[in-house]
Nanobody, 123 residues
Framework: VQLVESGGGSVQAGGSLRLSCAASGYSYCMAWFRQAPGKARERVAVIYTDSSRAYYADPVKGRFTISQDIAKKTLFLQMNSLEPEDTAMYYC????????????????????WGQGTQVTVSS
């Protein structure tokens, strides 16, 4: 599965951005991760593509929404009320049905990754 992100950019605190991720094929689950300089990679949100059941990291609950366009095999991340702490490289990730860990698990390491898109939030 090939993944291509788009939609990153620079925004002031309180603003919004929408990230997109186009997938080349079927994925059992898809997710957005982010990594800020000097910090560990963090899973932001994950969605099961068949059910659209979604899970969010605590720092983004109520502000970010993960969604999908199944027909277009595209994943989205709507980010509202952005904060400087949201500044990071955002990566789209995906996986197939057979994995060692559930996609909502902190131990899950996706097999497929996009190249990343930068999000910068200024105060």
């Amino acid at each position: 599965v090939q993944l291509v992100e788009s939609g990153g950019g620079s925004v002031q605190a309180g603003g919004s951005l929408r990230l997109s991720c186009a997938a080349s094929g079927y994925s059992y689950c898809m997710a957005w991760f982010r990594q800020a300089p000097g910090k560990a990679r963090e899973r932001v949100a994950v969605i099961y593509t068949d059910s659209s059941r979604a899970y969010y990291a605590d720092p983004v609950k109520g502000r970010f929404t993960i969604s999908q366009d199944i027909a277009k095999k595209t994943l989205f991340l709507q980010m509202n009320s952005l904060e400087p702490e949201d500044t990071a490289m955002y990566y789209c990730a995906a996986d197939l049905p057979f994995r060692q860990y559930p996609c909502y698990s902190d131990s899950w390491s996706p097999n497929y990754w996009g190249q990343g898109t930068q999000v910068t939030v200024s105060s």
